[in-house]
């Protein structure tokens, strides 16, 4: 009953849409990770710090005031930071720096979300492969007929030009001189 309760809580979908794109990397801020584990983010960060040696730039950095502007101006997070502290932008968190964070926190709530957070990441990375092959195999059958379809031109020109037969040659009437033997 405890896993329908918080599949009801979090579902993939919906932590699907906290994983965002940051520099080549897909990531979830400290705020959405602290919300899904049930923690204020501040706890969440504190634990962090504590923990430093377990988070290497791999797996957590912080963000630069740029990106944590662009972030404020999206729709996707807009006004979530503007009660932060400005001298302190957000910490985004990878796949395996979330699941470490799960592992640092002492919350119940914490364990059970981060096999949520796993899918999520799990079935973004399938999505993404999926279309991936497909747009492999869109692009090999237009490879593959593109040669086709020069070859149904050419057969069609050659067919109109069979409809259209040219017109006989006729004699003229009467004398007429070849006028290209001038010189």
Request: hydrophobic share 40%; proline share 7%; charged share 25%.
């Amino acid at each position: 009953m405890a896993s329908s309760r918080s599949a009801a809580l979090a579902p993939i979908e919906h932590i699907g849409r906290s994983i965002l794109l940051l520099r080549g990397q897909r990531v979830i801020l400290d705020r959405d990770l602290a919300a899904l584990y049930g923690v204020p983010t501040k706890a969440l960060n504190q634990a962090v710090k504590r923990n430093a040696e377990r988070f290497p730039e791999d797996l957590m950095f912080r963000l630069s005031p740029i990106e944590t502007e662009a972030l404020n101006r999206s729709q996707i997070v807009t006004g979530h930071q503007k009660h932060r502290d400005p001298r302190f932008p957000p910490y985004a968190f990878t796949e395996h720096g979330a699941i470490m964070a799960a592992t640092i926190l002492s919350s119940p709530r914490a364990v059970e979300m981060s096999l949520y957070v796993i899918r999520a990441f799990v079935r973004l990375r399938e999505l993404l492969a999926s279309n991936t092959a497909l747009a492999r195999k869109l692009d090999e059958l237009e490879r593959k007929y593109q040669h086709h379809d020069d070859a149904i031109k050419a057969i069609l020109s050659a067919i109109r030009e069979l409809m259209n037969p040219p017109q006989p040659k006729r004699r003229p009437i009467g004398f007429t001189a070849d006028l290209s033997e001038k010189s």
